[in-house]
């Protein structure tokens, strides 16, 4: 924005803070939708959406625009990244559902770190028309079309993958189930006062016992 669309400092300032509101306002309501519709239709409608807002996100030049645009871009991307780590979630190995969606995540972001480096490199090769009318980096056409490349990929590969939502997690056995589990202090506690109340019942009921079987001798014998 400041080399591209020649906003100053405080402008462009205010059009980011405007997205970022759009990114988390979008997470937060399209991952609740994903409750009802689906995580698979959140996702790729999210994303399909984004990539048609591309246009209005890179052609405008005004910070009323650029923010406008920016809102509602962030909305959707945020929209459909914000529900993958779920879907992950729930798309994992019920003993792995803690590690599985961190490690995925995490290797996609290793594999995709050269991006900006790549982006950079590639808009500082072409230039464009600015606001002023000089040559300009292409930082906003090349950021554009990765865009468009991140969507598709998160397009197909939510389309050809399957849907769990909803799993409940707590029906599968965890990791090493078949070991007895350790059983903590308060159980342990609890445990051992049942047991010493079961003991005092057993020695009252057989106190009781003796007592009555000594009474009904003691009839027998006046009799």
């Keep these: 924005m400041l080399t591209g669309k020649a906003l100053d400092n405080s402008a462009a300032s205010r059009a980011s803070i405007i997205m970022k509101v759009g990114a988390c306002v979008g997470g937060t309501i399209l991952g609740y939708l994903s409750q009802f519709v689906g995580?698979?239709?959140?996702?790729?409608?999210?994303?399909l959406i984004s990539m048609a807002i591309i246009p209005a996100w890179i052609l405008p030049s005004g910070e009323a625009s650029l923010s406008a645009s920016g809102f509602?871009?962030?909305?959707?991307?945020?929209?459909?990244w914000g529900v993958i780590p779920i879907h992950l979630n729930e798309l994992s190995p019920p003993a792995f559902r803690s590690?599985?969606?961190?490690?995925?995540?995490?290797?996609?972001?290793?594999i995709s770190s050269p991006s900006a480096q790549i982006v950079n490199a590639l808009s500082e090769k072409m230039n464009i028309t600015g606001a002023k009318g000089t040559p300009v980096p292409a930082y906003g056409p090349v950021m554009g079309v990765a865009t468009a490349i991140i969507a598709t990929g998160i397009v197909v590969t939510t389309m050809l993958g399957p849907e769990k939502r909803g799993r409940h997690f707590e029906?599968?056995?965890?990791a090493g189930a078949g070991v007895a589990p350790v059983k903590d202090m308060e159980s342990a506690e609890l445990e051992e006062v049942e047991t010493?109340?079961?003991?005092?019942?057993?020695?009252?009921?057989?106190e009781l016992?003796?007592?009555?079987t000594r009474d009904q001798k003691t009839k027998e014998v006046a009799a």
């Design 39 to 47: 995580r698979r239709r959140t996702i790729i409608a999210s994303a």
């Design 196 to 206: 010493r109340d079961q003991k005092t019942k057993e020695v009252g009921g057989s």
């Design 99 to 110: 590690s599985f969606p961190g490690i995925t995540y995490q290797v996609g972001n290793m």
């Design 209 to 212: 016992e003796e007592v009555e």
């Design 72 to 80: 509602f871009m962030q909305f959707f991307v945020q929209g459909a």
């Design 171 to 174: 029906l599968a056995r965890v």
